[in-house]
């Protein structure tokens, strides 16, 4: 499952993605993980969330980040939950190339039983219709 927490700047996004996150870590059967850009969240999630900075391991562009989730699924099949803050800052990327990667990350997330929620800086009314069904 795929969800888009989508909103103009200041609109409560990353707060939306804290109390996601501290919320499925009550009941998750796995492992959560979050990949933000930059170190915002440390204070704001539960220690048992894997933080993960896009920063420190050089993520600045979408294929970066498919192969980054795709070896995080690799190396941990536990991880039943992924969050992704500040999308388009992570990725370096417009709305396109940011609507081909909720596109890919929905096959992603079903063909290997994750639930990934991500939150994207943008006009929710702008989206595509494909992508405004994750919204």
Excluded at 58 to 86: C, E, P, Q, R, V
Excluded at 95 to 113: D, H, K, M, P, Y
Aim: proline residues 1%.
């Amino acid at each position: 499952m795929i969800k888009v927490i989508m909103g103009l700047k200041g609109s409560g996004k990353t707060k939306k993605l804290i109390d996601s996150i501290n919320e499925t870590l009550a009941s998750a059967q796995g492992d959560v993980v979050c990949i933000e850009y930059g170190k915002k969240l440390t204070y704001d999630v539960n220690y048992r969330v894997r933080l993960v900075d896009s920063k420190e391991y050089g993520i600045n562009n979408l294929d970066m980040l498919k192969g980054f989730l795709s070896g995080l699924h690799a190396g941990n099949f536990d991880i039943t939950n992924i969050y992704i803050d500040n999308l388009y800052k992570t990725i370096g990327a417009d709305r396109a190339l940011g609507e081909s990667f909720i596109l890919w990350c929905a096959q992603f997330a079903e063909v290997n039983n994750l639930n990934i929620t991500m939150t994207v800086s943008d006009d929710p009314a702008e989206a595509s219709e494909d992508v405004k069904k994750y919204l």
